[in-house]
């Protein structure tokens, strides 16, 4: 039996995520033959080049013209223009220097990736190419975090729908992924969803082997998947799976392996496989990652993933759920110390790596000691980077000893820096305790990652407010920061007790039999929308004071790039480099479009009646389906050529407050 283990599309493409390594060495410890296959890796390889940016390019010329030929445009016409318009002037130039872009991330050398204004152009070259190929396969969003469409995940019926060749741009991956599966007669295949973004690629990935190796079985596991089957009823659980044979539930090592040795017996194995929730981690290998296409991740140089632990040793804050687990987290449990020195001696010498990253919930800060030291006392230079609580055991010698053993950064989860919101959410710590954590890892030489966020159920502008000024006053130790926005995830406490947390009602999308997302009304006045507004500036405005991006790229928490910066220029790196420009001059833009139509008026109006919509949708009606955004969209006016006497006319659009 030859078994294909798979990562689908779309997650960050700069270095390896470990659930398929995690697996592969698994079945290769007991005798299994494995390919692994990064899908990931490969798509954007094959997507982001200037031959493939000049198809894009054609396609959407070619849906322009078909809009622009159009008497008047509804909503839907006008949101699908507005889409066109905006990636309309990078169409000339981004074919022509899509490949130095990518050339720069894998610069071996290090001179243009280090360098801040050529790193910048090729992030934005990047991006603007990610935006056009979202744009030519409109109305459908795609990077390197997400895939969606206004609508999608709801039903089995639209996951095959969108599955459909013409709308993934993703197919050519597939077939070539489909064609190597086939040459090495594979009879198991497996596909990891580990993050929402990979859920629809990954099933159209299943529909597509489903035809092209018809008796091979498919089966589904991870994070992604786990979450959506945990909530579905035995009935619907089949139903669901689509394209699949089967789906193995929480931690998969044993369950792929009974899996694989039910099949090889001839024998028929059940539709949903309950993997074990608490692995025993003694008895885990290595990862291993060979076979992998290492030479391809858009890095200059290795950043590998590790896990020395699972789980989350605390698991009681409220807002917390994700993983291989029901409600909460996961149970916490540790590898021995021996091990983890042991697997990463192995991994650095076979595969070069010198950097690496602990994918895990959060490390015991003694078991992080154990380790440091350890790798001192063995002499293996390399560099480790993790998640922490800033637990009040980060005392100035733990931090030095954690220094000496290789930690390069740590990522503390803050959340908050007002006492009555740490309190609500069970965080276990205070401000102070978290300050001296913070100073107390900066001062040993590590650089200090602050995760936070705002608008938890009850947060009043002040507390929000509060986080900010503990990021700006820790400014010189604080590396890099992240404040998002809450958001209510199944099987956290809020969700599973949301009368304690000034919650009246949570709902679903009407018809999301699958529940990806869920909305929530409060027994407490929000705050307003002006008072989000200042938060949200003010959150702008500290920004301004570090070299920010989004993930994954350097100056985003916790990813392989921001590893690689912080090991060559220092911890310092994104506060020095705040002054980088944040949009460097692109060569050759172009203006829009030629169009009939008033490109800029039905860009700017589109977008404000979408968002009107949605909070109609949400905050007045409470209720969100496909039919009533239909309902309301067809209220909108319609667009008409600019000059024509048509213009205007409609009924009003949804009121936005």
Request: with cysteine.
């Amino acid at each position: 039996m030859t078994i294909a283990l798979i990562y689908p599309p779309t997650c960050d493409p700069t270095a390896p995520y470990l659930s398929v390594p995690t697996l592969t060495a698994w079945l290769r410890a007991h005798g299994k033959t494995v390919l692994p296959v990064d899908a990931n890796v490969e798509a954007y390889d094959r997507l982001l080049r200037g031959d493939v940016m000049a198809e894009m390019a054609q396609k959407i010329r070619a849906a322009h013209q078909v809009l622009d030929q159009k008497p008047s445009l509804d909503h839907i016409d006008q949101m699908h223009y507005s889409r066109l318009g905006e990636v309309a002037p990078d169409l000339s130039w981004v074919n022509d220097t899509i490949d130095d872009a990518v050339s720069v991330l894998r610069d071996r050398t290090g001179r243009r990736f280090f360098h801040g204004t050529t790193y910048e152009r090729a992030v934005q070259t990047v991006q603007a190419g990610l935006a056009i190929i979202s744009a030519a396969y409109s109305p459908l969003f795609v990077d390197f975090t997400g895939y969606r469409t206004p609508f999608s995940l709801l039903t089995p019926e639209q996951i095959k729908t969108d599955a459909d060749p013409e709308n993934n741009p993703f197919q050519e991956t597939f077939q070539a992924v489909g064609n190597r599966l086939a040459a090495n007669k594979i009879t198991l295949v497996g596909i990891s969803m580990a993050f929402p973004g990979q859920i629809q690629p990954g099933f159209s990935l299943a529909y597509h082997l489903r035809q092209r190796l018809p008796g091979v079985h498919i089966t589904v596991g991870g994070p992604a998947i786990t979450q959506i089957l945990v909530r579905q009823t035995p009935a619907n659980q089949v139903r669901v799976l689509g394209p699949f044979d089967s789906a193995v539930l929480y931690e998969g090592e044993a369950a792929l392996l009974e899996l694989a040795d039910t099949l090889d017996r001839g024998e028929r194995p059940v539709k949903i496989i309950s993997g074990r929730t608490h692995t025993r981690l003694d008895r885990l290998p290595a990862p291993d990652f060979d076979g992998l296409p290492l030479e391809t991740y858009f890095s200059p140089e290795l950043v590998l993933p590790y896990d020395p632990t699972r789980g989350c040793y605390w698991g009681k804050c409220a807002f917390c759920h994700y993983g291989l687990c029901r409600q909460g987290t996961a149970q916490y449990r540790e590898r021995r110390v021996a091990d983890m020195v042991a697997h990463l001696k192995q991994m650095a010498s076979q595969w070069g790596c010198r950097n690496f990253y602990f994918s895990q919930d959060a490390f015991l800060p003694k078991t992080a000691q154990k380790l440091a030291k350890a790798l001192k006392a063995a002499s293996l230079e390399i560099h480790w980077s993790s998640d922490m609580r800033p637990e009040p055991e980060l005392t100035p010698d733990l931090c030095r000893d954690l220094k000496a053993g290789g930690a390069l950064s740590v990522a503390l989860g803050i959340e908050s820096a007002a006492p009555r919101l740490l309190k609500l959410i069970n965080k276990g710590v205070g401000v102070k305790t978290m300050q001296a954590a913070v100073e107390n890892l900066a001062e040993a030489g590590i650089a200090v990652e602050a995760m936070c966020f705002n608008a938890f159920p009850t947060e009043t502008a002040a507390e929000a407010r509060a986080t900010l000024g503990f990021i700006r006053a820790l400014k010189q130790q604080i590396s890099l920061f992240i404040c998002g926005k809450f958001g209510l995830w199944h099987g956290s406490r809020v969700a599973l007790h949301p009368e304690d947390y000034g919650i009246q009602r949570i709902w679903q999308m009407a018809g999301d039999e699958l529940g990806t997302g869920l909305f929530y009304t409060s027994r407490v006045s929000p705050r307003s929308l002006q008072d989000q507004d200042r938060i949200d500036r003010a959150i702008d405005r500290l920004s301004d004071q570090w070299w920010l991006h989004d993930y994954p790229w350097a100056g985003a928490l916790s990813t392989a790039h921001t590893l690689l910066w912080y090991a060559r220029k220092g911890t310092g790196v994104f506060r020095t480099h705040a002054v980088t420009p944040r949009r460097v001059v692109m060569p050759g833009q172009q203006p829009p479009l030629k169009s009939r139509y008033d490109m800029e008026q039905i860009m700017t109006r589109a977008q404000d009646h979408e968002a009107g919509i949605w909070q109609t949708l949400i905050h007045e009606q409470a209720a969100v389906s496909p039919g009533r955004y239909d309902v309301l969209a067809r209220t909108l006016p319609r667009a008409f050529p600019a000059g024509t006497k048509g213009r205007g006319k409609g009924r009003r659009r949804p009121k936005r407050r």
